[in-house]
Structure formats: C-alpha cells, structure tokens
C-alpha cells in the first residue's frame, strides 16, 4: 500500500495542493506522523476561489500553512465514522462540521466529499470540491500572528 504522498503525487486534478504543501514545508509533517486524514480540495476547488484570490492565496505562506492544516486531520478517518460524527478536529485545531443527509451524501463545512477512503499506508485521503477557509478565531490570529513576528 502506498503513502499518502505516493498517493497524492498520483492522483489527477490535485496538483495544486501538492504544490502548496511542498511550498509551506508541511510535507514534513505528514511524514513525521503516522495515520493522517487529508481532505483533499480538486484543482478545480481551487480555482473556484476565482484566479487572482487563489494565486495570491499560493504566495502568501503564513494564510497557506493556516488553510492547508484545516484540511488534515490526526488520525484515519473513513467513510464510516464519517457518517456517526458531527465535527473533526483538525491539525489546526478548529473543527470541521460534518453534516449527512439521508441520502448518504456528506458535506464537511462547505464542501462536498467527492471522492472517499483512498486509502493508504500512512493515511486516508478523501476528496472535496471545495477549499476549506477556516472561520478566523482567536486561536487563528494566534497562529498569525506567531507567523509573522518569526518572519
């Protein structure tokens, strides 16, 4: 079985967020960790957050790491548990709202899950067709501002 890296190098329409963890040195993280759960945005989701607000999204690092770690959750995740859980708690520490109606489809917040239980050594990957923005709390401009007095 492949890791989540492997995984995420190969699967189509997903590049950008590969980049963008490349980009912000989180890479490191998911390989110093075992057993994550990446709620993976197509590069479609990102590009509906219109041209210019996604490429300067991609060179601010500090907005970046901060939305890339409310796409990764501690531990695998599937399908299944999905389906019982209200929240997730992300890397970032703020939830995620999971809401299933009876039809069995899932959002997390905004998104929709698309594609689920890609699973992997080291992981679980699901795919949104959404970018999750997480809400600004004062846990967030913590972080912020962490970020920008180490700059």
């Known amino acids: 079985m492949k890791i989540l890296l492997d995984n995420l190098s190969q699967l189509p329409h997903v590049k950008i967020f590969l980049q963008a963890l490349l980009a912000t040195g989180l890479v490191s993280q998911l ?18 957050l219109g ?19 409310y796409h990764l959750v501690p531990g695998k995740v ?15 520490g703020a939830p995620i709202t999971v809401n299933t109606s009876e ?10 899950l698309t594609k689920a239980d890609i699973s992997c050594s080291d992981g679980v990957i699901h795919q949104i067709d959404s970018v999750l923005i997480p809400k600004v709390n004062a846990r967030i401009l913590q972080l912020l501002a962490q970020n920008t007095s180490q700059a």
Do not use: F
């Open 31 to 48: 390989k110093n960790r075992k057993d994550w759960t990446v709620l993976l945005p197509t590069d479609q989701a990102w590009r509906k």
């Open 78 to 92: 599937y399908l299944s548990d999905l389906l019982h859980r209200r929240y997730l708690k992300t890397a970032l």
């Open 103 to 112: 039809d069995v489809e899932i959002n997390l917040d905004e998104a929709a």
């Open 51 to 69: 041209g210019k607000n996604y490429r300067e999204l991609l060179r601010d690092k500090r907005r970046l790491v901060i939305i890339l770690a």
